[in-house]
Nanobody, 124 residues
């Protein structure tokens, strides 16, 4: 059973917005740091955002700072990524991830659980 399930991806024009959701399944992640990563065709998976277990520490990649907002709603066991002012270079498969720790950083090996990803395509 996949512990994390992403949704909300799709096709949007440059300048538009999307909100991704990541729902936990089979267990809760209320005491886990959560993160968002993305992988574009032909490129390695890259860090997008991370949020600590109580939301007191949120970090973003420089490329999305000021445009993307990560948040979590533990009552719904759900992680969100609000993406505004989207650019064609944001096109990628977006993955959510959970760490066993309260805090996590920007490298994928700090995360223990992964979703299957949702495609985001931004047209110019």
């Amino acid at each position: 059973q996949v512990p994390l399930v992403e949704s909300g991806g799709g096709l949007v024009q440059a300048g538009g917005s999307l909100r991704l959701s990541c729902a936990a399944s089979g267990r809760t992640f209320g005491t886990n740091a959560m993160g968002w990563f993305r992988q574009a065709p032909g490129k390695e998976r890259e860090f997008v955002a991370t949020i600590s277990w109580i939301g007191d520490q949120i970090k973003y990649a420089d490329s999305v700072q000021g445009r993307f907002t990560a948040s979590r709603e533990d009552a719904k066991n759900t992680l969100y990524l609000q993406m505004n002012s989207l650019k064609p270079e944001d096109t990628a498969v977006y993955y959510c991830a959970a760490s066993e720790g309260f805090y996590a950083g920007i490298t994928s090996d700090e995360y223990d659980y992964w979703g299957q990803g949702t495609q985001v395509t931004v047209s110019s």
